[in-house]
């Protein structure tokens, strides 16, 4: 077994729309591992990195200052968007969270639930200039409504 990418990994090709008539391919890698980043990073293949607290507590990286950190670390591996996704249901805590995480790097994209507050707290973020992505869309109506709450990334997952 390799120290870097392996077969419980996952790599995603991604359609992305940013409001424009042009498409765009994107490679984005679930981060599991920093060495699977890296090595990703390396191949030349990595747009960017989407996770969340859960996939890191799965790789011990636990508690609010070390998830923070690791976002950090991940912004000073990969060159591209990364997708720091907020664990708050409400729209405050989404706001307060958020704000955090768009701070801690111009490569933060913040990932918000596709829940009611979600979308509120998308138009909160758009307007004040942080870059969100929403997460959870399971229909072509909820990823209209993110649209036009403002999101500035849709993603859409294809395969691999």
Same mark, same amino acid.
């Given at each position: 077994m390799s120290n870097g990418i /392996?077969? +419980? /990994? +996952?790599i995603y090709f991604f359609i992305s729309r940013i409001k424009t008539k042009?498409? &765009? =391919? @994107?490679?984005?890698y679930r981060h599991r591992k920093p060495r699977s980043d890296q090595e990703a990073n390396d191949m030349g293949i990595l747009d960017g990195v989407t996770t969340n607290p859960s $996939? *890191?507590?799965k790789e011990g990286i636990k508690? =609010?200052?070390? %998830?923070?950190k690791h976002y950090v670390d991940i912004c000073e591996i990969v060159d591209g968007d990364i997708s720091a996704e907020v664990v708050s249901t409400d729209f405050e805590g989404? %706001? @307060?969270e958020g704000k955090k $995480?768009?701070?801690l790097h111009? &490569?933060?994209i913040v990932k918000v639930p596709m829940i009611k507050d979600g979308v509120k707290a998308i138009k909160w973020f758009t307007d004040n200039g942080i870059k969100t992505n929403c997460t959870l869309v399971f229909s072509a109506g909820q990823a209209i409504l993110a649209a036009k709450a403002g999101?500035? *990334?849709y993603r859409h997952l294809l395969a691999v």
């Amino acid at each position: 077994m390799s120290n870097g990418i /392996d077969d +419980t /990994d +996952t790599i995603y090709f991604f359609i992305s729309r940013i409001k424009t008539k042009k498409i &765009n =391919h @994107e490679i984005f890698y679930r981060h599991r591992k920093p060495r699977s980043d890296q090595e990703a990073n390396d191949m030349g293949i990595l747009d960017g990195v989407t996770t969340n607290p859960s $996939l *890191m507590a799965k790789e011990g990286i636990k508690g =609010h200052d070390a %998830i923070m950190k690791h976002y950090v670390d991940i912004c000073e591996i990969v060159d591209g968007d990364i997708s720091a996704e907020v664990v708050s249901t409400d729209f405050e805590g989404i %706001i @307060e969270e958020g704000k955090k $995480l768009a701070a801690l790097h111009k &490569n933060i994209i913040v990932k918000v639930p596709m829940i009611k507050d979600g979308v509120k707290a998308i138009k909160w973020f758009t307007d004040n200039g942080i870059k969100t992505n929403c997460t959870l869309v399971f229909s072509a109506g909820q990823a209209i409504l993110a649209a036009k709450a403002g999101q500035n *990334m849709y993603r859409h997952l294809l395969a691999v």
